[in-house]
Protein backbone atom coordinates (compact mmCIF):
# COMPACT_ATOMS: atom_id res chain seq x y z
CA UNK A 1 0.00 0.00 0.00
CA UNK A 2 2.92 2.73 0.96
CA UNK A 3 4.66 1.93 -2.63
CA UNK A 4 1.01 2.78 -4.73
CA UNK A 5 0.31 5.89 -2.85
CA UNK A 6 3.03 8.35 -4.15
CA UNK A 7 0.99 6.84 -7.70
CA UNK A 8 -2.53 7.47 -6.55
CA UNK A 9 -1.41 10.95 -5.59
CA UNK A 10 0.00 11.89 -9.34
CA UNK A 11 -3.32 10.56 -10.32
CA UNK A 12 -5.59 12.41 -7.81
CA UNK A 13 -3.00 15.28 -7.89
CA UNK A 14 -1.84 15.57 -11.51
CA UNK A 15 0.19 18.34 -12.54
CA UNK A 16 3.00 19.01 -14.78
CA UNK A 17 6.25 21.88 -15.08
CA UNK A 18 3.69 24.52 -16.23
CA UNK A 19 0.88 23.73 -13.80
CA UNK A 20 0.93 24.37 -10.02
CA UNK A 21 0.35 21.64 -7.16
CA UNK A 22 -0.15 21.54 -3.52
CA UNK A 23 1.75 18.71 -3.75
CA UNK A 24 4.72 19.33 -6.09
CA UNK A 25 8.33 18.84 -4.33
CA UNK A 26 9.99 21.37 -6.13
CA UNK A 27 9.11 24.61 -3.88
CA UNK A 28 9.95 24.68 -0.72
CA UNK A 29 6.73 25.46 2.04
CA UNK A 30 6.90 28.92 1.92
CA UNK A 31 7.34 29.23 -1.89
CA UNK A 32 4.53 26.70 -2.63
CA UNK A 33 2.60 29.15 -0.13
CA UNK A 34 3.60 32.54 -1.81
CA UNK A 35 2.70 31.46 -5.37
CA UNK A 36 -0.52 29.68 -4.63
CA UNK A 37 -1.93 32.47 -2.72
CA UNK A 38 -0.81 34.87 -5.61
CA UNK A 39 -2.25 32.94 -8.31
CA UNK A 40 -5.49 31.92 -6.50
CA UNK A 41 -8.64 33.86 -7.97
CA UNK A 42 -10.43 36.03 -6.07
CA UNK A 43 -13.27 33.27 -5.29
CA UNK A 44 -11.01 31.03 -4.52
CA UNK A 45 -9.56 32.90 -1.70
CA UNK A 46 -12.24 32.92 -0.04
CA UNK A 47 -13.22 29.53 -0.43
CA UNK A 48 -10.29 28.84 1.92
CA UNK A 49 -11.67 30.83 4.78
CA UNK A 50 -14.72 29.09 4.70
CA UNK A 51 -15.61 25.66 6.60
CA UNK A 52 -19.07 24.61 6.60
CA UNK A 53 -21.42 21.53 7.45
CA UNK A 54 -23.61 19.17 5.23
CA UNK A 55 -26.71 18.62 6.48
CA UNK A 56 -27.21 14.28 6.17
CA UNK A 57 -25.27 11.84 6.70
CA UNK A 58 -23.52 12.01 3.25
CA UNK A 59 -22.32 15.16 1.19
CA UNK A 60 -24.89 16.50 -1.38
CA UNK A 61 -24.07 17.79 -5.18
CA UNK A 62 -23.92 21.48 -3.67
CA UNK A 63 -21.28 20.82 -1.52
CA UNK A 64 -19.25 18.58 -3.51
CA UNK A 65 -20.05 20.99 -6.43
CA UNK A 66 -19.13 24.42 -4.09
CA UNK A 67 -15.69 22.31 -3.44
CA UNK A 68 -14.73 21.32 -6.95
CA UNK A 69 -15.27 24.86 -7.95
CA UNK A 70 -12.66 26.08 -5.07
CA UNK A 71 -15.70 27.87 -3.54
CA UNK A 72 -15.23 25.84 -0.07
CA UNK A 73 -11.69 25.28 1.35
CA UNK A 74 -12.82 22.98 4.46
CA UNK A 75 -15.60 20.76 6.16
CA UNK A 76 -16.82 20.27 9.51
CA UNK A 77 -18.04 16.65 10.50
CA UNK A 78 -21.10 17.42 12.58
CA UNK A 79 -23.34 14.99 15.21
CA UNK A 80 -25.49 14.43 12.33
CA UNK A 81 -22.82 13.22 10.09
CA UNK A 82 -21.27 11.29 12.47
CA UNK A 83 -23.49 8.67 13.62
CA UNK A 84 -21.90 6.16 11.54
CA UNK A 85 -18.07 5.81 11.24
CA UNK A 86 -17.74 4.03 7.97
CA UNK A 87 -20.24 6.43 6.13
CA UNK A 88 -18.05 9.59 7.40
CA UNK A 89 -14.87 8.00 6.16
CA UNK A 90 -16.53 7.20 2.80
CA UNK A 91 -17.79 10.78 2.98
CA UNK A 92 -14.53 12.75 3.68
CA UNK A 93 -12.82 10.57 0.63
CA UNK A 94 -15.55 11.94 -1.54
CA UNK A 95 -14.89 15.25 -0.43
CA UNK A 96 -11.44 15.17 -0.67
CA UNK A 97 -11.71 13.92 -4.26
CA UNK A 98 -13.75 17.12 -5.01
CA UNK A 99 -11.25 18.98 -3.35
CA UNK A 100 -8.50 16.96 -5.87
CA UNK A 101 -9.97 18.54 -8.76
CA UNK A 102 -9.54 22.00 -8.32
CA UNK A 103 -6.84 23.91 -9.79
CA UNK A 104 -3.91 23.98 -7.55
CA UNK A 105 -5.47 20.68 -5.55
CA UNK A 106 -5.66 21.86 -2.00
CA UNK A 107 -6.83 19.36 0.42
CA UNK A 108 -9.52 20.16 3.01
CA UNK A 109 -9.16 20.76 6.74
CA UNK A 110 -11.71 18.32 7.85
CA UNK A 111 -12.67 18.80 11.27
CA UNK A 112 -15.21 17.72 14.38
CA UNK A 113 -15.64 18.01 17.91
CA UNK A 114 -14.28 14.79 19.68
CA UNK A 115 -13.41 16.24 22.89
CA UNK A 116 -13.64 13.13 24.86
CA UNK A 117 -16.33 12.36 27.43
CA UNK A 118 -19.74 13.77 26.12
CA UNK A 119 -19.08 15.55 23.10
CA UNK A 120 -18.48 13.23 20.72
CA UNK A 121 -19.68 14.52 17.45
CA UNK A 122 -18.60 11.23 15.75
CA UNK A 123 -20.33 8.28 17.37
CA UNK A 124 -20.46 5.17 15.45
CA UNK A 125 -17.91 2.77 16.57
CA UNK A 126 -15.32 5.59 17.99
CA UNK A 127 -14.78 5.36 22.02
CA UNK A 128 -16.88 6.54 24.50
CA UNK A 129 -14.64 8.54 26.87
CA UNK A 130 -14.49 9.39 30.79
CA UNK A 131 -13.88 13.05 29.58
CA UNK A 132 -11.37 15.83 30.41
CA UNK A 133 -12.94 16.19 34.04
CA UNK A 134 -11.42 12.90 34.81
CA UNK A 135 -8.39 13.67 33.18
CA UNK A 136 -8.05 16.49 35.62
CA UNK A 137 -9.28 14.23 38.77
CA UNK A 138 -6.32 11.97 37.73
CA UNK A 139 -3.98 15.31 37.34
CA UNK A 140 -1.58 13.10 35.10
CA UNK A 141 -0.04 14.71 32.15
CA UNK A 142 -0.12 11.05 30.55
CA UNK A 143 -3.75 10.44 30.70
CA UNK A 144 -3.95 13.81 28.80
CA UNK A 145 -1.54 12.60 26.80
CA UNK A 146 -2.68 9.26 25.83
CA UNK A 147 -6.48 10.66 25.83
CA UNK A 148 -4.89 13.22 23.12
CA UNK A 149 -3.35 10.83 21.14
CA UNK A 150 -5.82 7.88 21.40
CA UNK A 151 -8.84 10.52 19.85
CA UNK A 152 -6.66 11.39 17.17
CA UNK A 153 -5.80 7.85 16.28
CA UNK A 154 -9.31 7.07 15.90
CA UNK A 155 -9.93 9.76 13.60
CA UNK A 156 -7.16 9.86 11.74
CA UNK A 157 -8.72 6.14 10.42
CA UNK A 158 -11.73 8.14 9.25
CA UNK A 159 -10.08 11.06 7.65
CA UNK A 160 -10.41 13.83 10.16
CA UNK A 161 -7.38 16.24 10.11
CA UNK A 162 -8.70 18.41 12.63
CA UNK A 163 -10.20 18.10 16.04
CA UNK A 164 -12.07 21.30 18.08
CA UNK A 165 -9.82 20.46 21.45
CA UNK A 166 -8.39 20.86 23.73
CA UNK A 167 -11.29 22.44 25.90
CA UNK A 168 -9.50 25.14 28.08
CA UNK A 169 -12.10 26.93 29.80
CA UNK A 170 -12.12 27.17 33.52
CA UNK A 171 -14.54 25.49 35.30
CA UNK A 172 -15.47 28.86 37.39
CA UNK A 173 -19.22 28.43 38.08
CA UNK A 174 -21.02 25.72 38.99
CA UNK A 175 -23.97 26.28 37.19
CA UNK A 176 -21.80 26.20 33.91
CA UNK A 177 -23.69 22.20 33.07
CA UNK A 178 -22.69 23.05 29.27
CA UNK A 179 -18.69 23.90 29.56
CA UNK A 180 -17.95 22.60 33.18
CA UNK A 181 -18.14 18.92 32.22
CA UNK A 182 -15.77 19.61 29.15
CA UNK A 183 -12.96 20.87 31.18
CA UNK A 184 -9.73 20.11 33.01
CA UNK A 185 -9.76 22.07 35.89
CA UNK A 186 -10.84 25.23 37.78
CA UNK A 187 -7.12 26.05 38.21
CA UNK A 188 -5.62 27.63 34.97
CA UNK A 189 -2.11 26.02 35.68
CA UNK A 190 -3.30 22.75 35.85
CA UNK A 191 -5.44 23.22 32.38
CA UNK A 192 -2.12 24.50 30.98
CA UNK A 193 -0.12 21.78 31.76
CA UNK A 194 -3.06 19.06 30.53
CA UNK A 195 -3.58 20.94 27.92
CA UNK A 196 -0.94 21.02 26.60
CA UNK A 197 -0.09 17.39 26.93
CA UNK A 198 -3.40 16.51 25.43
CA UNK A 199 -2.16 19.12 22.42
CA UNK A 200 1.05 16.96 21.97
CA UNK A 201 -0.96 13.76 21.52
CA UNK A 202 -2.95 14.69 19.19
CA UNK A 203 0.12 15.76 17.44
CA UNK A 204 1.78 12.21 17.33
CA UNK A 205 -1.11 11.59 15.77
CA UNK A 206 -0.94 14.75 12.76
CA UNK A 207 -3.96 15.69 13.66
CA UNK A 208 -4.40 19.49 14.27
CA UNK A 209 -5.05 20.57 17.42
CA UNK A 210 -8.19 23.78 18.28
CA UNK A 211 -7.59 25.26 21.42
CA UNK A 212 -11.50 26.86 23.03
CA UNK A 213 -12.99 29.13 23.65
CA UNK A 214 -10.71 31.91 23.63
CA UNK A 215 -10.90 34.37 25.63
CA UNK A 216 -12.46 31.61 28.15
CA UNK A 217 -16.02 30.45 28.22
CA UNK A 218 -15.71 28.82 31.99
CA UNK A 219 -17.90 31.77 34.27
CA UNK A 220 -20.84 31.67 32.57
CA UNK A 221 -24.16 29.13 32.80
CA UNK A 222 -25.31 30.10 29.61
CA UNK A 223 -25.38 28.57 26.86
CA UNK A 224 -23.98 30.54 23.76
CA UNK A 225 -25.34 28.41 21.18
CA UNK A 226 -28.60 30.13 22.37
CA UNK A 227 -27.70 33.40 23.43
CA UNK A 228 -24.60 35.86 24.02
CA UNK A 229 -23.31 35.54 27.51
CA UNK A 230 -22.46 38.34 29.00
CA UNK A 231 -18.91 38.18 31.59
CA UNK A 232 -18.14 41.22 33.20
CA UNK A 233 -14.53 40.49 33.96
CA UNK A 234 -11.76 43.29 33.90
CA UNK A 235 -9.41 42.39 31.26
CA UNK A 236 -5.90 42.28 34.30
CA UNK A 237 -8.26 39.44 36.04
CA UNK A 238 -9.02 37.89 32.57
CA UNK A 239 -5.38 37.59 32.20
CA UNK A 240 -4.87 36.50 35.79
CA UNK A 241 -7.45 33.21 35.08
CA UNK A 242 -8.46 32.42 31.20
CA UNK A 243 -6.04 33.42 29.56
CA UNK A 244 -3.13 32.03 31.32
CA UNK A 245 -4.05 28.63 29.12
CA UNK A 246 -3.88 30.01 26.10
CA UNK A 247 -0.76 31.73 26.73
CA UNK A 248 1.03 28.33 27.65
CA UNK A 249 -0.47 26.58 24.49
CA UNK A 250 0.23 29.83 22.10
CA UNK A 251 4.37 28.98 22.95
CA UNK A 252 3.79 25.72 22.57
CA UNK A 253 3.12 26.61 18.78
CA UNK A 254 -0.74 25.19 19.14
CA UNK A 255 -1.49 25.48 15.26
CA UNK A 256 -5.64 26.52 15.69
CA UNK A 257 -7.79 28.60 18.45
CA UNK A 258 -11.43 28.94 18.29
CA UNK A 259 -13.21 32.29 18.95
CA UNK A 260 -15.62 32.19 21.62
CA UNK A 261 -19.42 33.61 21.11
CA UNK A 262 -18.47 35.59 24.68
CA UNK A 263 -19.16 39.17 25.59
CA UNK A 264 -16.57 40.87 27.59
CA UNK A 265 -17.96 44.68 27.61
CA UNK A 266 -14.77 45.65 30.11
CA UNK A 267 -12.34 43.74 27.80
CA UNK A 268 -13.64 44.81 24.66
CA UNK A 269 -15.47 48.15 25.64
CA UNK A 270 -18.88 47.43 23.61
CA UNK A 271 -21.55 45.24 23.66
CA UNK A 272 -19.90 42.78 20.72
CA UNK A 273 -19.00 38.82 21.12
CA UNK A 274 -15.58 38.42 21.58
CA UNK A 275 -15.27 36.30 18.01
CA UNK A 276 -16.09 40.02 16.49
CA UNK A 277 -14.02 42.21 18.61
CA UNK A 278 -10.93 43.22 16.65
CA UNK A 279 -9.50 43.96 20.47
CA UNK A 280 -9.87 40.61 21.71
CA UNK A 281 -8.62 38.96 18.68
CA UNK A 282 -5.68 41.22 17.26
CA UNK A 283 -5.16 43.21 20.45
CA UNK A 284 -4.90 40.38 22.87
CA UNK A 285 -4.30 37.21 21.00
CA UNK A 286 -2.09 37.94 18.10
CA UNK A 287 -0.10 41.59 19.60
CA UNK A 288 0.03 40.72 23.16
CA UNK A 289 0.00 37.06 23.09
CA UNK A 290 2.14 36.40 19.79
CA UNK A 291 0.05 34.28 18.41
CA UNK A 292 0.14 33.65 14.62
CA UNK A 293 -1.87 30.24 13.98
CA UNK A 294 -5.20 29.49 12.54
CA UNK A 295 -8.53 31.55 14.81
CA UNK A 296 -11.54 29.84 13.44
CA UNK A 297 -14.95 31.13 14.46
CA UNK A 298 -17.80 29.02 16.41
CA UNK A 299 -20.52 28.08 14.18
CA UNK A 300 -21.74 31.43 13.30
CA UNK A 301 -25.22 30.21 13.38
CA UNK A 302 -25.03 30.18 17.42
CA UNK A 303 -27.64 32.54 18.84
CA UNK A 304 -23.65 34.48 20.43
CA UNK A 305 -22.28 35.71 17.33
CA UNK A 306 -23.40 39.01 17.56
CA UNK A 307 -22.29 42.44 16.82
CA UNK A 308 -24.79 45.24 17.22
CA UNK A 309 -25.93 46.67 13.88
CA UNK A 310 -24.50 43.73 12.16
CA UNK A 311 -26.20 41.18 10.74
CA UNK A 312 -27.23 38.37 8.42
CA UNK A 313 -25.08 38.10 5.84
CA UNK A 314 -22.05 40.28 7.24
CA UNK A 315 -21.10 38.69 10.34
CA UNK A 316 -18.68 36.31 8.80
CA UNK A 317 -17.24 39.27 6.88
CA UNK A 318 -17.04 41.22 10.04
CA UNK A 319 -15.20 38.12 11.45
CA UNK A 320 -12.26 38.05 9.26
CA UNK A 321 -12.15 41.91 9.82
CA UNK A 322 -11.82 41.07 13.39
CA UNK A 323 -9.07 38.53 13.55
CA UNK A 324 -10.53 35.32 12.48
CA UNK A 325 -9.27 33.26 9.33
CA UNK A 326 -12.03 30.73 8.78
CA UNK A 327 -15.53 30.94 9.69
CA UNK A 328 -17.81 27.95 10.53
CA UNK A 329 -21.38 27.69 9.79
CA UNK A 330 -22.85 24.58 10.05
CA UNK A 331 -25.70 23.30 7.31
CA UNK A 332 -27.17 26.89 6.26
CA UNK A 333 -26.49 26.73 2.62
CA UNK A 334 -27.94 30.25 1.91
CA UNK A 335 -26.46 32.15 5.05
CA UNK A 336 -23.34 30.14 3.34
CA UNK A 337 -23.72 31.65 -0.05
CA UNK A 338 -24.87 35.29 1.14
CA UNK A 339 -22.27 35.66 3.46
CA UNK A 340 -19.74 34.82 0.77
CA UNK A 341 -21.16 37.45 -1.59
CA UNK A 342 -21.12 39.61 1.03
CA UNK A 343 -17.31 39.07 1.20
CA UNK A 344 -17.02 39.41 -2.15
CA UNK A 345 -17.98 42.54 -2.42
CA UNK A 346 -16.46 43.77 0.25
CA UNK A 347 -13.13 42.42 -1.19
CA UNK A 348 -13.78 44.33 -3.95
CA UNK A 349 -14.84 47.73 -2.64
CA UNK A 350 -12.38 47.74 0.53
CA UNK A 351 -8.39 47.24 -0.35
CA UNK A 352 -8.05 47.21 4.08
CA UNK A 353 -10.46 44.27 4.00
CA UNK A 354 -8.74 42.71 1.04
CA UNK A 355 -5.58 42.53 2.73
CA UNK A 356 -6.85 40.87 5.73
CA UNK A 357 -8.52 38.73 3.25
CA UNK A 358 -4.85 38.22 1.91
CA UNK A 359 -3.46 37.48 5.66
CA UNK A 360 -5.52 34.98 6.19
CA UNK A 361 -5.47 32.75 3.22
CA UNK A 362 -1.67 32.47 3.89
CA UNK A 363 -1.92 31.41 7.27
CA UNK A 364 -5.13 28.47 6.45
CA UNK A 365 -2.33 27.73 3.40
CA UNK A 366 0.57 27.91 6.20
CA UNK A 367 -1.15 25.73 8.56
CA UNK A 368 -2.07 23.10 5.62
CA UNK A 369 0.89 22.62 3.87
CA UNK A 370 2.45 21.67 7.57
CA UNK A 371 -0.15 19.16 8.33
CA UNK A 372 -1.50 17.99 5.00
CA UNK A 373 1.30 17.50 2.55
CA UNK A 374 3.81 16.16 4.41
CA UNK A 375 3.84 12.31 4.46
CA UNK A 376 2.84 11.65 7.73
CA UNK A 377 -0.31 13.39 7.59
CA UNK A 378 -3.80 11.81 8.22
CA UNK A 379 -4.63 10.19 5.24
CA UNK A 380 -6.91 11.98 2.65
CA UNK A 381 -8.87 9.10 1.20
CA UNK A 382 -10.04 6.94 4.37
CA UNK A 383 -11.79 3.92 2.88
CA UNK A 384 -14.78 1.26 4.56
CA UNK A 385 -11.60 -1.08 5.68
CA UNK A 386 -10.03 1.64 7.48
CA UNK A 387 -13.26 2.75 9.67
CA UNK A 388 -13.76 -1.18 10.26
CA UNK A 389 -10.52 -0.87 12.54
CA UNK A 390 -12.56 1.17 15.13
CA UNK A 391 -13.26 1.23 18.13
CA UNK A 392 -9.08 0.74 18.74
CA UNK A 393 -8.42 -1.91 21.17
CA UNK A 394 -6.21 -0.05 22.58
CA UNK A 395 -8.36 2.63 23.15
CA UNK A 396 -10.97 0.79 24.80
CA UNK A 397 -8.43 -0.45 27.47
CA UNK A 398 -6.97 2.90 28.19
CA UNK A 399 -10.40 4.44 28.40
CA UNK A 400 -11.36 1.97 31.26
CA UNK A 401 -8.34 2.23 32.90
CA UNK A 402 -8.28 5.93 33.11
CA UNK A 403 -11.97 5.59 34.36
CA UNK A 404 -10.63 3.18 37.45
CA UNK A 405 -8.49 5.94 38.00
CA UNK A 406 -10.09 9.04 38.13
CA UNK A 407 -13.03 7.63 40.34
CA UNK A 408 -12.93 10.17 43.57
CA UNK A 409 -14.50 8.75 46.64
CA UNK A 410 -16.21 9.89 49.78
CA UNK A 411 -17.96 6.57 50.24
CA UNK A 412 -17.32 3.54 52.38
CA UNK A 413 -17.26 0.32 50.27
CA UNK A 414 -20.76 -2.00 50.41
CA UNK A 415 -20.97 -5.77 50.24
CA UNK A 416 -21.60 -7.07 46.53
CA UNK A 417 -24.84 -8.93 47.78
CA UNK A 418 -26.53 -6.06 48.86
CA UNK A 419 -29.92 -5.14 47.01
CA UNK A 420 -29.60 -1.99 45.25
CA UNK A 421 -32.03 0.41 43.80
CA UNK A 422 -29.88 1.76 40.85
CA UNK A 423 -31.93 5.06 39.36
CA UNK A 424 -30.73 7.22 36.83
CA UNK A 425 -31.51 8.69 33.08
CA UNK A 426 -28.80 6.70 31.99
CA UNK A 427 -29.58 2.51 31.21
CA UNK A 428 -25.84 2.10 30.81
CA UNK A 429 -25.94 2.89 34.39
CA UNK A 430 -28.35 -0.02 35.18
CA UNK A 431 -26.54 -1.86 32.88
CA UNK A 432 -23.03 -1.63 34.72
CA UNK A 433 -24.62 -1.84 38.34
CA UNK A 434 -25.57 -5.10 37.63
CA UNK A 435 -22.43 -6.81 36.33
CA UNK A 436 -20.68 -5.98 39.63
CA UNK A 437 -24.10 -6.18 42.50
CA UNK A 438 -25.78 -9.44 42.61
CA UNK A 439 -29.33 -8.09 43.50
CA UNK A 440 -29.98 -5.06 41.52
CA UNK A 441 -33.13 -3.17 40.04
CA UNK A 442 -33.37 0.06 37.37
CA UNK A 443 -35.57 2.71 38.25
CA UNK A 444 -34.81 5.10 34.47
CA UNK A 445 -35.64 8.60 35.90
CA UNK A 446 -37.46 10.22 32.76
CA UNK A 447 -37.14 13.68 31.36
CA UNK A 448 -39.89 15.93 33.17
CA UNK A 449 -40.75 17.37 30.17
CA UNK A 450 -43.10 14.40 29.86
CA UNK A 451 -45.41 14.20 32.33
CA UNK A 452 -43.19 13.67 35.31
CA UNK A 453 -41.48 16.12 37.87
CA UNK A 454 -39.03 15.34 41.12
CA UNK A 455 -41.73 14.90 43.65
CA UNK A 456 -43.05 12.06 41.66
CA UNK A 457 -39.96 10.53 40.58
CA UNK A 458 -38.77 10.75 44.53
CA UNK A 459 -41.80 9.41 45.80
CA UNK A 460 -41.44 6.12 43.22
CA UNK A 461 -38.24 5.81 44.48
CA UNK A 462 -38.44 5.89 47.96
CA UNK A 463 -41.67 3.41 47.66
CA UNK A 464 -40.39 1.01 45.65
CA UNK A 465 -36.71 1.16 48.12
CA UNK A 466 -38.78 0.76 51.18
CA UNK A 467 -41.50 -2.07 49.98
CA UNK A 468 -37.81 -4.16 48.62
CA UNK A 469 -35.51 -3.24 51.45
CA UNK A 470 -33.22 -1.67 48.67
CA UNK A 471 -30.55 1.04 48.88
CA UNK A 472 -30.60 3.68 46.53
CA UNK A 473 -27.57 4.50 44.36
CA UNK A 474 -28.70 7.96 42.41
CA UNK A 475 -26.82 9.19 39.43
CA UNK A 476 -27.07 12.90 39.20
CA UNK A 477 -26.07 13.67 35.83
CA UNK A 478 -28.11 16.65 35.27
CA UNK A 479 -30.45 19.53 36.69
CA UNK A 480 -33.37 17.21 36.76
CA UNK A 481 -31.24 14.05 38.61
CA UNK A 482 -30.26 16.62 41.02
CA UNK A 483 -33.70 17.83 41.88
CA UNK A 484 -35.01 14.53 42.62
CA UNK A 485 -31.55 14.00 45.00
CA UNK A 486 -32.56 16.71 46.94
CA UNK A 487 -36.26 15.92 47.35
CA UNK A 488 -35.10 12.58 48.56
CA UNK A 489 -32.69 14.28 50.72
CA UNK A 490 -35.64 15.94 52.53
CA UNK A 491 -37.86 13.14 52.91
CA UNK A 492 -34.81 11.15 54.88
CA UNK A 493 -34.51 8.70 52.37
CA UNK A 494 -30.41 7.61 52.49
CA UNK A 495 -28.61 7.23 49.10
CA UNK A 496 -25.79 6.73 47.83
CA UNK A 497 -24.71 9.28 45.02
CA UNK A 498 -23.06 8.75 41.77
CA UNK A 499 -22.15 11.80 39.95
CA UNK A 500 -21.40 12.02 36.28
CA UNK A 501 -20.64 15.35 34.50
CA UNK A 502 -21.06 18.46 36.26
CA UNK A 503 -19.64 17.54 39.79
CA UNK A 504 -21.17 20.65 41.98
CA UNK A 505 -24.85 18.58 41.44
CA UNK A 506 -24.33 16.01 43.82
CA UNK A 507 -22.02 17.96 46.00
CA UNK A 508 -24.47 20.74 46.51
CA UNK A 509 -26.93 17.82 48.13
CA UNK A 510 -24.73 16.13 50.15
CA UNK A 511 -25.72 15.17 53.69
CA UNK A 512 -24.06 13.26 56.21
CA UNK A 513 -25.66 9.94 56.03
CA UNK A 514 -25.08 9.74 52.29
CA UNK A 515 -22.18 8.74 50.17
CA UNK A 516 -20.75 10.11 47.39
CA UNK A 517 -18.59 8.83 44.31
CA UNK A 518 -17.54 10.98 41.34
CA UNK A 519 -17.10 9.50 37.91
CA UNK A 520 -17.42 12.37 35.38
CA UNK A 521 -17.93 10.33 32.54
CA UNK A 522 -21.22 8.95 31.30
CA UNK A 523 -20.23 5.89 29.60
CA UNK A 524 -20.33 2.40 30.57
CA UNK A 525 -17.11 2.35 31.46
CA UNK A 526 -16.94 5.02 33.80
CA UNK A 527 -20.30 3.59 35.57
CA UNK A 528 -18.74 0.02 36.00
CA UNK A 529 -15.59 2.04 37.33
CA UNK A 530 -18.16 3.78 40.22
CA UNK A 531 -19.37 0.20 40.71
CA UNK A 532 -15.96 -1.26 40.98
CA UNK A 533 -15.21 1.20 43.67
CA UNK A 534 -18.46 0.92 45.45
CA UNK A 535 -17.60 -3.33 45.93
CA UNK A 536 -14.60 -2.18 47.47
CA UNK A 537 -12.57 -3.58 44.33
CA UNK A 538 -10.08 -0.85 44.36
CA UNK A 539 -9.31 2.10 46.32
CA UNK A 540 -10.27 5.55 44.31
CA UNK A 541 -7.19 8.01 43.91
CA UNK A 542 -9.03 10.65 42.60
CA UNK A 543 -9.23 14.06 43.30
CA UNK A 544 -11.59 16.53 42.42
CA UNK A 545 -10.71 19.49 39.19
CA UNK A 546 -12.76 22.18 41.33
CA UNK A 547 -11.54 24.62 43.95
Excluded at 19 to 33: A, I, M, N, T, Y
Excluded at 310 to 326: L, Q, V
Amino acid sequence: MKSFLPSLLLCLFPFTAFSLSFFQKQLSDEELREKIASEMTLDEKIGQLFMIGYPETRPDDFILEEIRAGRVGNVKIFGWNGTDTQAVAEAVAEMQKAAAETRFAVPLFTATDQEGGWIRHVKGNTSVTPGNNAIGATGKLSDAYESGRLIAAELRLIGINMNFAPVVDLFDNPEADLIGPRTFSSDPRETAALAIAFFHGQEASRVLSTAKHFPGHGRTGLDSHIYMPRIPVSEEELKRRELIPFAFLVKEKIPAVMSGHLNFPEVTGENVSASLSPHALKDLLREEMGYDGLVITDDLLMGGAQKPGTGYPDIPAECIRAGNDIVLISKDYRYYRDAFEAIRELCLSDAEFMNEVERAVRRVLTAKIEYLRKEDRVPLFPTKADAEKLPLKESLSYQQSLALRSVTAAADPIEKTTPLLLAGSYRNFGRAGSEIFADTRFFFIRDFSRGTNQYETADDIAALAGTENRTVVLLISDTETAAVGRVLNRRGVPCILFSSLNPYRARNILLPEQSILYLYGVGFESFKAGFSALAGDFVPQGHLPIQ
